[in-house]
């Protein structure tokens, strides 16, 4: 059978309380960059525990070398689930995150709900997106997100960046575009 995780973990994500502080301690401790921001990020349909979802997130997210960093900041108390796991001014680990070919997302998704492990999340951010609550199994949500050509883009550029980056110019760099749009 194996595991129910198939795919190479892409990434691991964290919340943090404010990403313009914690941006220079992640490139300070982990050489992590240059950290590509969105801000005021919102997920098109939206679903959080079922109920349609509309908050603004900001991300930042850097390559680390083969995989890259996500560093997640919400502002208020809306539930989603990074509130389920830090309240406002905490932050930790919070998910690992795998690309599923696109047309194999329903049949991964189901893999998981058979396996008594519960869609927390979902939403549309190139492709099909679902967030699982793995946290009573590894202590973190597992997202799986759609892969086609535009979010491998995504992710080389994250690599891509990376590698080519000095440690030192320009270590916040603004996406300009939405994945949602």
Not at 5 to 11: A, D
Not at 32 to 37: D, K
């Amino acid at each position: 059978m194996g595991p129910l995780i198939r795919y190479p973990v892409q990434q691991h994500a964290f919340v943090v309380a404010d990403l313009d502080e914690a941006i220079p301690r992640w490139i300070e401790t982990t050489g992590a960059g240059p950290f590509w921001v969105s801000r005021d990020h919102r997920g098109r349909d939206h679903r959080y525990r079922g109920r349609p979802s509309d908050h603004p997130l900001h991300y930042a997210f850097a390559g680390t070398g083969p995989t890259h960093v996500q560093l997640i900041q919400q502002d208020d108390d809306t539930p989603s689930i990074y509130r389920e796991m830090y309240g406002a001014g905490e932050e930790g680990f919070h998910h690992v995150a795998v690309l599923v070919p696109e047309a194999e997302m329903p049949a991964e998704v189901a893999r998981f709900e058979a396996a008594g492990f519960e869609v927390a999340d979902t939403l549309w951010s190139y492709v099909p997106v679902a967030y699982i609550d793995c946290r009573a199994a590894i202590g973190c949500f597992v997202e799986l997100h759609g892969e086609n050509q535009e979010i491998r883009d995504l992710f080389a550029l994250f690599r891509d960046s990376h590698a080519e980056w000095d440690g030192v110019t320009e270590p916040v760099r603004v996406r300009d575009r939405s994945s949602s749009a």
